[in-house]
């Protein structure tokens, strides 16, 4: 699970045994300068390439799903054409 503010992001690496979620290790850092300037979705990239690099060692030769509340980056991820 990710999210991302103004000034900081967080994440959340769960397991999910049966319907509920146990959390495993969670994660977070504050942005850079330049980081802080960026858009939201590209601060919403941001936080999931850090869960993605923090949770490494956890997520190799596994099924991933990511949670995120941005509705417009879940439109940008599952539409099949989408430009870099």
């Known amino acids: 699970m990710c ?3 103004n000034y900081a992001v967080g994440v959340v690496l769960a397991q999910r045994i049966g319907k509920l979620p146990h959390v495993i290790y969670y994660g977070s850092r504050t942005l ?4 802080a300037n960026y858009t939201t979705i590209e601060k919403e990239l941001l936080a999931i390439d850090f869960a993605l690099d923090e949770f490494r060692s956890y997520l190799l030769c596994s099924m991933v799903v990511v949670f995120t509340g941005y509705a417009a980056l879940k439109f940008l991820l599952k539409r099949p054409k989408a430009k870099p």
């Open 3 to 5: 999210d991302a503010t």
């Open 32 to 35: 850079n300068d330049a980081q």
